[in-house]
């Protein structure tokens, strides 16, 4: 099958709020983007925002994530500007972290799906656990501290997996259900990450995890790639290897033609590949085609901030993942639970629910805060990660309040700034720790731009922010949904590698992206700003190390 001008690409994306579509063609420029909204499109499962939290236990309906496929799929074949048949590869990625729980019988059906009737319909009953566990649950405390212990402490496990224990890693997730209920356990056949799990439907059998995911579940050996036995063993004693079934893979790996039930339903070509689902964040690395100083900042329902690193040099602070496309290399990540849905909290109490709004009461107060009375807050509406911390802590002069004094007009601006300043204060804190650790080896300690993306990167209001915090540009790139479009980039790699490719990915998207001026400068720092952000360093750190002691 030779390389078309006509060929194009399927990139998927199982994010937490939807579930979203990119199709590319052959130059790489976006024919068509598309999402299923959980809430909104599948009222029946009862989400919000995607989830169902019950305190720390934070779930999907596994079954939600199968009907938004079908839908999906469903409108994905009824686009006209689309020929289904002249898609050759899929791939894509999943919220990191999130789990699924095959029964036998799940499996069986999956590789024997009945063309006449939905994904939803057949598999209702193959989940052995109903309810997936995701990024956002808190609840294995416990479990991440025992698992820590194994190796040596918090510092010994982010050297062996690029993590220290945190709640929502995918092991820690493991050793709760194989304590606590061992009979879901038991009746489990095979577990998948969100993303393995949206390919193996595609496949009709089980897909395994990508490296650069799989490393977001602290059991696999960040050097090697390789599961680490000892903590598999520790998570979900001898059973668990079996039910991972094989080692993680490499990015771009063809995982074979896509199940006969896609081609008879939606029109397939039976010769296109699926290749390894990764997960949301590396996938957005992957579609933004970085540039030495760049590093990317996401505003999703997380926030997270992920750069390119040549080595491994784990911390107890951030993350250190396997890179999506390259097995040398690494992507380092920090990641907020505290993202848009903690700024819409903030918009919903003191902007009437309104962006516009939210962005007036902005640039009323001042940046800093300051204006002859210092005010600092940390807004923290779920359990946070980086720090661990819980709730909304506000301080005037240093010292606690429950409100910011002024008028009611005041207090609302004070409440929009400080949650946005904090927000990228933070991240600008945690960046320079981890430069730091990299500095010896990182052309990523010179900084040069960031890269924006995720819904709340729509909002240029906040990108001027964060761009007179980091006192660096802010660029974006065309389309909004950077997962799904890595996922299709990754589509075509395996696609290209499978008839004979054998250059990086990066060399391909240099020799086959047609559009080379892919970021657009949206907001430069205002030199007036910058200098006042860099003054509030030292007080926001202390002032965080007093929230954390009141929150343990
Ligand atoms: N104008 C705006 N200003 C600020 N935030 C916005 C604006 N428009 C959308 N958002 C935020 O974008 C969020 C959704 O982002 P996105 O579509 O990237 O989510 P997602 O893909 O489900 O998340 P994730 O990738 O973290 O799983 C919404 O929760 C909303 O608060
Ligand atoms: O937990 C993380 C990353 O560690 C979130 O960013 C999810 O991937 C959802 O987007």
Redesign the pocket.
């Known amino acids: 099958m030779a390389q078309n001008q006509s060929d194009l690409y399927l990139g998927l ?1 199982l ?4 579930l ?1 579509y990119t199709v590319i063609n052959h130059d790489h420029d976006i024919i068509a983007e598309a ?1 299923v909204h959980f809430d909104r499109d599948l009222p029946e499962f009862h989400t919000t ?2 989830a169902i939290a019950e305190g720390d236990v934070v779930t999907s309906p596994t079954l939600m994530w199968v009907k938004a496929i079908d839908i999906l799929l469903e409108r994905l074949s009824k686009n006209t500007d689309i020929k289904i048949e002249n898609i050759k590869g899929i791939s894509g990625a999943g ?1 990191q972290h999130g789990s699924v729980y095959w029964n036998k019988e799940g499996l069986e059906t999956l590789a024997s799906l009945d063309v006449s009737r939905t994904l939803e319909d057949q598999l209702q009953g193959a989940f052995s656990v109903k309810q997936s566990p995701i ?1 956002q649950d808190a609840s294995t405390t416990s479990q991440c501290r025992s698992l820590e212990n194994l190796v040596g402490g918090p510092q010994g496990l982010a050297d062996l997996t690029g993590s220290k224990g945190y709640e929502r890693f995918t092991g820690n997730q493991i050793a709760k259900l194989y304590e606590q209920n061992p009979s879901a356990y038991d009746a489990t056949a095979r577990i998948s990450l969100v993303s393995s799990f949206i390919a193996s439907v595609l496949l009709g059998q089980l897909a395994p995890v990508d490296v650069a995911d799989g490393s977001g579940m602290n059991m696999m050996d960040i050097h090697t790639h390789k599961w680490i036995p000892s903590i598999l063993e520790h998570c979900g004693g001898k059973d668990l290897q079996k039910k991972l079934e094989s080692e993680p893979v490499e990015g771009g790996t063809n995982l074979g033609a896509i199940n006969s039930y896609f081609v008879t339903r939606y029109g397939f070509s039976s010769e296109c590949t699926i290749a390894p689902f990764t997960g ?2 590396p996938a ?1 690395l992957v579609s933004m085609n970085l540039e030495q100083g760049d590093c990317v900042v ?7 901030m992920l750069m390119y690193l040549p080595e491994a040099n784990p911390t107890t602070e951030s993350h250190l993942m396997s890179h999506p496309t390259n097995p040398e290399a690494y992507m380092g990540m920090l990641c907020y639970k505290n ?3 903690t ?2 909290k903030i ?1 919903d109490e003191y902007a009437e629910g309104d ?1 516009t709004t ?2 007036n009461l902005l640039h009323q107060a001042p940046p800093g805060l300051s204006n002859g009375c210092n005010r600092r807050g940390y807004y923290y509406y779920m359990q946070e990660i980086i720090p661990f911390a819980k709730g909304f802590h506000r301080f005037e002069n240093d010292i606690a309040v429950d409100e910011f004094t002024g008028t009611k007009e005041e207090v609302a601006s004070y409440n929009v700034r400080a949650i946005v300043e904090s927000q990228f204060l933070s991240m600008k804190v945690r960046t320079s720790r981890m430069l730091d650790t990299h500095g010896k080896s990182s052309d990523a300690s010179h900084l040069k731009r960031i890269l924006a ?7 240029p ?2 990108l001027q922010v964060l761009s007179n915090v980091f006192n660096i540009p802010v660029y974006k790139k065309q389309g ?2 950077s ?1 799904s479009l890595g996922g299709a980039l990754l589509a075509k790699f395996a696609v290209r590698r499978l008839h004979g490719y054998s250059g990086t990915f990066e060399q391909m998207m240099e020799d086959e992206q047609r559009d080379k001026v892919a970021h657009q400068l949206v907001a430069e720092p205002q030199a007036e700003y910058t200098e006042v952000y860099n003054d509030l360093v030292e007080g926001f750190v202390r002032l965080e190390q007093v929230v954390i002691a009141n929150t343990q």
């Not at 994010?15 to 939807?18: A, V």
């Not at 993306?453 to 909002?459: D, I, P």
């Open positions: 994306d994010s937490t709020q939807q979203k999402a925002n995607g919220q990024w949301d964040n957005t996401s505003l999703g329902t997380s926030d997270t993202g848009s849905l700024r819409e918009r962006w939210f962005n993306t995720g819904g709340a990167a729509s909002n209001n906040l909004m949904n997962a």
